[in-house]
């Protein structure tokens, strides 16, 4: 079933700092976190494991709730560069990376 | 390395015609993916593999068939193209070594059938 992503859209300035949540029916084993810039292909950034281990960007986190059924992106300091559309891929029985279920994505505009 | 290759990159088809969706990949990785990529819709797993000579579907397979011959290669066919199936088409192959996985994918193709 597909996650949910929100907000489905978010404008920031240039340092400030932004959250994508991603939403599932079932408890996960583990999300991978992807932007997308237009017209190009999707980039992996991170992977956020059901033990809370992550493995990815430096500038970026993710954390799961209590039942791990949603995880939360977190983008610091902002720069003109992180803007795109993230997209989140759930991965609840541990299977892999090459059979998620991607949400419908949340578009990020930082402004000067 | 070249990393994940997609051709053609733009295709304009008529119903009922049949194509391949060229996919390779460079990096010796085990598994391969196929999704589609509808305005507002996220991507969606077409098929995937885990190794040459295993394939599965995934959410939406429906119209399309795939083999793995090789490691490097996945190719994609439609065959019998309809408008439904107008979408970029995104090749992926990823690693998974003690912990470890990152997911690659090709620059994409685009479909237009008419």
């Known amino acids: 079933q597909q996650p949910v992503q929100s907000p489905q859209a978010v404008i920031l300035r240039e340092g400030e700092d932004a959250v994508i949540n991603c939403s599932s029916s079932k408890a996960l084993y583990s999300v991978h976190w992807y932007r997308q810039k237009h017209g190009e292909a999707p980039v992996f950034l991170m992977i956020l494991l059901k033990g809370g281990e992550q493995k990815g960007h430096d500038k970026i986190s993710a954390s799961f709730n209590e039942k791990k059924q949603q995880s939360s992106l977190y983008l610091t300091a902002s720069q003109l560069s992180y803007s795109g559309t993230y997209f989140c891929g759930t991965d609840p029985s541990g299977a892999g990376s090459y059979q998620l279920t991607f949400g419908k994505g949340t578009k990020l505009s930082v402004i000067p | 390395n070249a990393g994940v290759t997609q051709t053609p990159k733009f295709q304009v088809l008529k119903t009922g015609q049949s194509m391949t969706l060229q996919c390779a990949q460079d990096m010796n990785h085990e598994y391969m993916s196929w999704y589609r990529q509808d305005p507002g819709m ?68 685009r479909l237009l059938v008419l």
Do not use: K
Request: hydrophobic share 30%; charged share 15%; glycine share 12%.
């Open chain 2, 42 to 109: 996220g991507l969606r797993l077409i098929h995937y593999s885990v190794g040459a000579g295993i394939t599965d579907q995934g959410e939406v397979p429906n119209g399309y068939n795939v083999s793995r011959s090789t490691t490097e290669d996945f190719p994609l066919r439609l065959l019998s193209a309809a408008p439904s199936q107008t979408s970029v088409y995104f090749c992926a192959s990823s690693y998974r070594v003690a912990g470890e996985e990152t997911q690659y994918f090709g620059p994409g193709t």
